[in-house]
């Protein structure tokens, strides 16, 4: 019987989980499909009652709805829980599953940019549904973490929410301060640079060979990345962060190792016209 799949955000016209799915399938031998629904804010709680009526085995979930869709599940995994939001729903038994795997798929990413040892100190500009699950994975670590928002309320609850865990984690101000010039590694958690907008603040005096990292991966490099590179950085864009993400979420869903590489081949192959 063929499963089916899908993502729901606002927008979504421009995801390239489909295709990434897709092709994992077919490398699998597995039938299912994978579609993408636009779903405004309004609308969330039907489109969750209609994918669950209509029997979808499951579905992701990115902007806005990452937060917002927790009231509309039965259950939460444990790192949904501790990120306090979702990317990846299952359904079973006819309950919904709330998961996240949005942290785990960042840390997979980083594996081979950047050791993660006790004592590094990672900023994260955001304090989104992403980013509290990048986060909420880094804990563990011992890192130390600087969360920064555009509303402060937002990165203190984060940062408590780290520290709450047992990690270590501090608010610091919105904008151009101290803490760049400590950062290890600096995390771009959110929406700005999709219109290839400047970034509202200068990365002066960050320190040559800091991995700077926006999840941002259309445009190819935003321009908050290519001020990163004049300044000696390293620099990772967030392409790996989605192929991992939908690795994690395919085994979720089938508990079965996924095809990575017939995967990272499709999503690299749609990636080439905006590079």
């Known amino acids: 019987m063929e499963k089916h799949f899908a993502v729901i955000g606002d927008p979504i016209a421009h995801s390239l ?45 990115t902007v806005p709805h990452k937060e917002a869709i927790i009231p509309y599940l039965d259950e939460l995994t444990v790192e949904a829980q501790r990120a306090g939001a979702v990317n990846t729903v299952k359904l079973m038994h006819n309950r919904l599953l709330g998961h996240n795997t949005d942290g785990s798929g960042f840390i997979r990413s980083l594996k081979d940019h950047l050791e993660l040892d006790k004592g590094k100190k990672i900023a994260i500009l955001g304090a989104g549904g992403a980013a509290k699950g990048i986060a909420m994975a880094l804990t563990p670590f011992n890192v130390q973490l600087m969360i920064l928002n555009r509303t402060p309320e937002r990165a203190a609850e984060l940062a408590q929410r780290v520290c709450e865990q047992g990690g270590q984690a501090t608010q610091e101000a919105w904008g151009w301060g101290e803490w760049i010039a400590q950062a290890d590694c600096l995390i771009q958690t959110t929406s700005i640079g999709l219109k290839n907008e400047p970034y509202p603040f200068s990365l ?14 259309n445009p190819w490099e935003t321009p908050f990345l290519k001020s990163a590179k004049t300044m000696d950085c390293q620099v990772l864009n967030g392409i790996d962060m989605l192929l991992y993400q939908g690795v994690n979420a395919w085994e979720f869903w089938f508990e079965d190792q996924a095809p990575v590489e017939a995967m990272r081949r499709a999503l690299y192959a749609a990636c080439k016209p905006i590079r």
């Not at 489909?18 to 636009?38: N, R, V």
């Not at 002066?204 to 991966?217: A, K, N, S």
Request: include cysteine; glycine fraction near 14%; charged fraction near 20%.
């Open 17 to 61: 989980s489909p295709i990434m799915h897709q092709a994992g399938y077919k490398a699998a031998g597995y039938e299912a499909d994978y579609q993408k629904f636009e779903v405004k804010p309004e609308a969330l709680g039907e489109a969750v009652r209609g994918l669950k009526a209509l029997g979808f085995t499951g579905w992701n979930v």
């Open 204 to 217: 002066e005096g960050i320190r040559p060979g800091c991995l700077v990292v926006d999840i941002i991966f």
